[in-house]
């Protein structure tokens, strides 16, 4: 079983729609949440981080996590085509300095 | 944010050669990372390296291979030593944000192609 996983899609959304991602994790110990937005030849942009259980708003962005569950989630509000992109997602284990462990990422396309 | 850099941003090498990646963060660093990204896959950590003591490899990389220098806090390189078409990748260095150590940037990437 992978430590991270995320639907490989790409999940299409009309523009002007919530694009929901979604991520899961295998460890309990694991304590801080990234989302990372990847165009195509370009590296990962950190775009949001969460520690706590619940919601953290950004703009139109926001992250989820249910720690319970071992849950994280991105939503993006009014998607635009300039979304498209493969959002990434990263977990840190509580003991693990600052490694970052990433699930495989999903593929949105916003259509216009 | 760390504003980070790297060279060469790619290059196409032949197969038996090595290639240094260099890494540059604007602001003093403890430890820096290097990620290899293969074709249409995720991040993979090679290795974390810290200021002063050796790198930490991750499972299936090696020192022979990728060999790490970390000279003082804002730059680090990593080599590609005795290359083989299927270490064509990206390779990434990333760097906390000085402020915040719990975040993590990226550089701009060195798109290695080897024949």
């Known amino acids: 079983q992978k430590e991270v996983e995320q639907n490989s899609g790409p999940l299409s959304v009309p523009e002007g729609a919530i694009a929901s991602l979604n991520c899961t994790y295998s460890d309990r110990g694991s304590q801080s949440f990234f989302w990372y937005r990847q165009y195509s030849g370009k590296s990962p942009e950190l775009i949001m981080f969460?520690?706590?259980?619940g919601d953290k708003e950004d703009g139109r962005f926001t992250a989820q996590l249910n720690k319970a569950s071992q849950y994280v989630s991105l939503l993006i509000r009014d998607s635009q085509p300039s979304d498209s992109a493969t959002y990434l997602c990263?977990?840190?284990?509580?003991?693990?300095?600052?490694?970052?462990?990433f699930g495989g990422g999903t593929r949105l396309m916003v259509k216009p | 944010s760390a504003v980070i850099s790297q060279k060469p941003s790619r290059d196409i090498c032949q197969r038996g050669t090595s290639l240094t990646i260099q890494c540059q963060v604007d602001?003093?660093?403890?430890?820096m990372f290097w990620y290899r990204q293969q074709p249409g896959q995720s991040l993979t950590l090679i290795a974390t390296?810290?200021?002063?003591?050796?790198?930490?490899?991750e499972s299936g990389f090696v020192i022979d291979k990728f060999p790490i220098s970390r000279p003082n806090l804002t730059f680090s390189t990593l080599t590609v030593s005795n290359m083989s078409p299927e270490d064509s990748s990206i390779y990434l260095c990333?760097?906390?944000?000085?402020?915040?150590?719990?975040?993590?940037?990226f550089g701009p990437g060195t798109r290695l192609t080897v024949l």
């Open positions: 990263a977990v840190r284990v509580g003991n693990a300095g600052n490694m970052l462990t």
């Open positions: 990333s760097a906390p944000d000085p402020f915040s150590t719990d975040t993590q940037y």
């Open positions: 969460i520690y706590s259980n």
């Open positions: 602001s003093q660093v403890t430890m």
């Open positions: 390296a810290n200021q002063g003591s050796e790198a930490t490899y």
